[in-house]
């Protein structure tokens, strides 16, 4: 059970705007994910490094070659309607995520079927095996989350309504007042794992009275509510104003620890760069990411220069390949691409405007491959219009876009064959059956170095650098964590 505060606390959190719905199963809304995550649980949940831990599930056993996976399921679990949660629920609940939810059909797709085995065991017979289902069920953005068996029955399709917002969390639904906040409150009757808590895995305790979601979508008013201590905590501050920031005493600063990351496509269906994985090469040679990164993000403690496609931390870290990243030199890129055939051919660099640090990237490396004696002609449109050409592979040869935290590489854009770009090589193919074929965590881990050195010698896509977002919050607040994972959260915290 939770422990209950003498005290009635409200933490008062500034949020970029108003969600447009707290159902999570069926939308992927970043601030609808961070606020549900306090509601709602999943089956299993990501530790501090990303792996995947039990939650409202005991433990699991696989059978059939990973085919089939056998989900043993905590008793005692109680929603916030006072029922006890069954299989029942959870079988509703993820056939209801399989066929409408936002990435439902990545792991339900190949569903046979998913059934109550018991009280409290829940069945789930794949057609092929899927080595990243244990972290799609432990993924609550647009992910599985378990509600009663009649309220995601009688929902089906459509969003669940807010009186319906029943989940197993620390905090349930109180009220939403459009364009005011949205509410939780204390769940006296939680059932807390008895695990250290460590990242979103294990204890969950609710120390505050209630949380309130108030939409703020002006950061200087945020900040200047937190100074003032009208806010508690507010999210996404412009990096522009860290540097005055980090030294004010009234505000402490939380940087994630969920980065995204830059991203430049190159072009494997047309064009001067289809197949010619030596002038790719090249181009990698030329680029100096730590220039890029530092014109188009500025603060340094905003940024990392890292290939790895996954953090430092993360189980899916690998050094593999990263020898060529961030190189910067302009002599050997030079060499490189005569050898590789290049004739001064243009290439075609399509980026967008709405994005200013895709801008300022796009224009630093055009400078540093021109320096290598590598032509490359800028298109510069809208975000809308880049959506539309880069599907188009007459129009482009490189572009550049950024990509989110994801837990698991099978969600990386460029692991799509029909992703814009267009990689499919037989060599991916090779790895990406042993990656996706395994549920064994060191045999898929293995796989994904491969598949990472692999992209580093056919360069499908440049890897920029991690950019780290930051929030702030009163340093009155109990219980706080250096960084987070993906979404703040606040179980364990009071003021």
């Known amino acids: 059970m939770s422990s209950t505060s003498l005290s009635a606390e409200t933490l008062r959190y500034a949020t970029i705007g108003e969600p447009p719905s707290l159902d999570v199963q069926m939308g992927t809304a970043t601030i609808a994910a961070m606020i549900g995550q306090h509601m709602f649980e999943t089956l299993y949940a990501f530790d501090s490094k990303y792996d995947p831990q039990p939650m409202l599930a005991a433990g699991e056993t696989l059978q059939d070659d990973g085919r089939t996976i056998v989900i043993s399921l905590r008793e005692g679990v109680t929603f916030h309607n006072g029922k006890e949660m069954t299989a029942e629920d959870v079988v509703a609940s993820l056939k209801r995520w399989g066929e409408f939810g936002s990435r439902g059909k990545l792991l339900m797709a190949n569903a046979v079927s998913v059934e109550a085995t018991g009280d409290y065991e829940v069945t789930l017979k794949l057609s092929e095996p899927n080595g990243a289902w244990k972290s ?66 294990g204890a969950r305790s609710a120390e505050l009275d209630s949380i309130q979601f108030i939409p703020v979508p002006d950061v200087g008013t945020r900040v200047s509510g937190v100074q003032a201590g009208d806010y508690d905590y507010a999210e996404f501050i412009s990096g522009d104003l860290y540097g005055v920031l980090k030294d004010d005493p009234s505000v402490a600063i939380h940087i994630s620890g969920a980065p995204i990351f830059g991203l430049m496509f190159m072009n494997s269906s047309n064009g001067p760069l289809k197949d010619n994985f030596a002038l790719r090469r090249a181009i990698l040679a030329a680029l100096n990411m730590e220039e890029a990164l530092r014109v188009s993000v500025g603060e340094e403690e905003l940024w990392d220069a890292n290939g790895s496609f996954f953090p430092k931390g993360n189980i899916w870290y690998s050094e593999a390949g990263t020898e060529s990243y961030n190189q910067g030199d302009v002599e050997k890129a030079k060499t490189m691409a005569a050898e590789a055939g290049y004739d001064g051919t243009p290439i075609k660099l399509l980026v967008s405007t709405n994005y200013k640090e895709h801008y300022d990237q796009a224009t630093v490396f055009t400078r540093q491959l021109a320096d290598a004696g590598i032509n490359v002609q800028m298109v510069v449109v809208d975000w809308a219009t880049l959506l539309k ?3 188009q592979p007459d129009q482009w040869d490189m572009f550049v876009t950024h990509h989110g935290n994801i837990p ?77 994972l993906i979404w703040p959260h606040f179980w364990g915290v009071s003021k």
């Open 136 to 201: 799609m069920l432990a993924f609550p953005n647009g992910g599985p989350v378990i509600y009663p068996a009649e309220i995601v029955t009688a929902a089906a399709g459509e969003p669940i309504k807010p009186e319906d917002y029943v989940g197993t969390g620390p905090f349930k639904f109180k009220e939403w007042r459009a364009n005011r906040y949205v509410e939780l409150e204390r769940y006296d009757e939680y059932d807390s794992l008895d695990t250290p808590s460590d990242g979103y895995a």
């Open 389 to 391: 050409l880069r599907g």
């Open 408 to 484: 698991d590489p099978i969600l990386l854009t460029v692991m799509n064959d029909t992703y814009p770009g267009w990689w499919a090589t037989p060599e991916k193919a090779e790895l990406n059956a042993t990656f996706t074929g395994s549920a064994d965590p060191e045999v898929r881990r293995e796989a994904w170095s491969k598949l990472q050195a692999l992209i580093y010698e056919q360069v499908p896509t440049v890897k920029v650098g991690d950019v780290y977002s930051y929030d702030i919050a009163s340093p009155d607040l109990k219980g706080m964590w250096d960084q987070s």
